[in-house]
């Protein structure tokens, strides 16, 4: 029963968030937590700004791969790092003007030293950063920089693996 009620819990954040594609949710470090944590798919947690150009080069192709694997249940999580003063209004607009429908959510944190570790002991707060994830598997892989396309293809890959 407790799975059963994890999987719709997770399946319905999931549907909620790809249906209000320009909600952006303010969450804190412990949201993040676990929804990685309980997650029952392959899952891509990006960590971003709107004003990080390298993050903002990167995003086309984590949400053409996103799309491409859907079949294989890849779920995409952006985690927005922007400045307080930035949130929602200017990240709706970013979001709006790049037609972004994926699930987003600002993290309302100012301490990275409390929070980085939370998703990764090596992450020194650079942005992008992105977790590759799969509690099914147990692959778990960090990457604190920009993740070219091919790096991406090869790390979905590994993701899936023995999905």
């Not at 949710?25 to 891509?44: F, G, M, Q, R």
């Not at 929602?88 to 790049?98: A, L, N, Q």
């Not at 942005?127 to 990457?143: C, D, E, Q």
Request: hydrophobic fraction near 40%; proline fraction near 5%.
């Amino acid at each position: 029963m407790k799975i059963t009620k994890s999987l719709i819990v997770c399946f319905c954040f999931f549907a909620a968030m790809s249906v209000s594609a320009q909600e952006i949710k303010k969450v804190k470090i412990t949201e993040v937590e676990k929804i990685i944590a309980e997650s029952k798919t392959p899952l891509i947690v990006n960590m971003w700004a709107t004003w990080c150009v390298p993050c903002v080069e990167e995003l086309p192709d984590f949400i053409k791969e996103a799309k491409e694997h859907r079949k294989d249940s890849l779920q995409l999580l952006l985690v927005s790092l922007d400045f307080k003063e930035s949130y929602p209004d200017k990240m709706k607009t970013f979001m709006e003007k790049r037609d972004l429908k994926h699930p987003t959510l600002w993290l309302d944190e100012l301490n990275a030293d409390y929070f980085c570790p939370k998703i990764d002991p090596k992450w020194s707060g650079a942005i992008p950063a992105t977790l590759f994830i799969n509690n099914k598997t147990g692959y778990r892989k960090f990457v604190e920089e920009q993740v070219s396309h091919e790096e991406l293809k090869k790390e979905i890959m590994a993701l899936l693996e023995t999905h």
